[in-house]
């Protein structure tokens, strides 16, 4: 499609007819179905594509907004796209709506997935985050937390909230945003780390990049982490503790929530993601003097053999050997060594 052509359908967007408009939204929805498409729109004036679709969101035909919004998640996997989004307000904006009385429930699901994508950048994780307004900064986080947890429960056919998991991964990767997750006055970390038995691979995967990215505070919030070990250590331990029924000996040294765990034939945890980010938080934790002795005190290593053991992924074994390394040796730990993890 020419420039000339593009911009002029583009214009369409603003159209007061809404037959010309809705035409126009389902052509611009088929191009960003493609990377040609995309690079198309990417180079044309943010006024012309990227600010009639972000107004569309909040076209009350639900139609023309659903169509709006899978055109900017699309869009927004466009790194240089999604800087644009977030620096015309679009964070804010998909909040609003997510939030707001009677919105579609099609619709809430793709802002939830906008919201994912465009935190993948800083600007838009920062902005996730109110980072610079002291009366308001992590209310939105709080917000999606709460909503990421209760609708785990809802008889609902669609899980509006389940990209929330990719949200928690992506505002992990900053020093501020794991600071508010880690604050135990909001509690939000302890609301995560339960969602971990979720039956959604996307939920536990979510969960498992959050806690990892979060042990990187290891070093200074080791007590914060420790204040929900109850829910913290399953999370970590379950799914790196093999397949096998571990005996009355081995479980008498555990709590109560391990133990009964391990103590039958229980639905392994194949994604070796999630079990390779489970072993790295306890590698992180267990740099510390501290962590190292509460992984003892749950018999930690006991199930790190045993896993070991059954394991066969050699990424997974490779994570695993790192805390051998740890407990048996028992270096002096310092900075270097968690730069064996990387931040990602």
């Known amino acids: 499609m020419a420039a000339t052509e593009l911009e002029e359908l583009l214009g369409f967007l603003s159209s007061p007819s809404p037959n010309l408009k809705q035409a126009a939204l389902e052509i611009v929805r088929g191009l ?16 012309l594509a990227l600010q009639p679709l972000t107004s569309l969101l909040r076209d009350p035909t639900p139609d023309l907004a659903s169509s709006a919004a899978d055109s900017l998640v699309n869009l927004s996997q466009n790194p240089s796209i999604a800087e644009g989004l977030v620096s015309l307000g679009t ?14 429930p099609g619709l809430a699901s793709r802002l939830v997935m906008l919201l994912a994508n465009l935190t993948q950048i800083d600007s838009g994780a920062t902005a ?42 992506n505002i992990s990767k900053l020093e501020a945003g794991r600071r508010i997750l880690m604050d135990p006055k909001r509690g939000l970390l302890k609301q995560i780390v339960r969602q971990f038995d979720s039956s959604s691979l996307l939920r536990k995967k979510g969960v498992a990049g959050t806690i990892r990215n979060c042990c990187f505070e290891a070093d200074n919030q080791l ?59 306890i590698y992180l934790i267990t740099l510390q003097e501290a962590g190292r002795r509460a992984l003892w005190s749950v018999n930690g290593p006991r199930i790190l053999q045993v896993g070991y053991e059954d394991e066969e992924d050699p990424k997974v074994m490779e994570a695993y050997e790192s805390i051998g ?20």
């Open 32 to 47: 960003t179905g493609s990377d040609e498409g995309i690079a198309s729109l990417a180079a044309s004036p943010r006024a």
């Open 91 to 104: 964070i804010p904006i998909a909040m609003d709506l997510v939030y707001k009385n009677g919105v579609d």
């Open 128 to 169: 996730l985050l109110q980072i610079g307004d002291d009366k308001m900064e992590g209310l939105y986080v709080s917000k999606l937390v709460r909503s990421f947890c209760r609708s785990s429960s809802s008889e609902a056919k669609e899980d509006i909230f389940e990209h929330v998991s990719l949200v928690l991964v």
């Open 223 to 281: 007590q914060n982490l420790l204040l929900i070990s109850e829910f913290l250590w399953p999370a970590l331990l379950l799914p790196v503790a093999g397949n096998k029924v571990y005996s009355q000996e081995d479980i008498s040294k555990m709590p109560l929530e391990i133990g009964n765990a391990l103590s039958h034939d229980r639905e392994p945890v194949d994604d070796p993601e999630i079990r390779v980010q489970a072993l790295e938080a």
């Open 325 to 344: 390394s740890l407990l048996v040796g028992n270096p002096d730990t310092d900075e270097s060594a968690t730069q064996n993890v990387k931040n990602n």
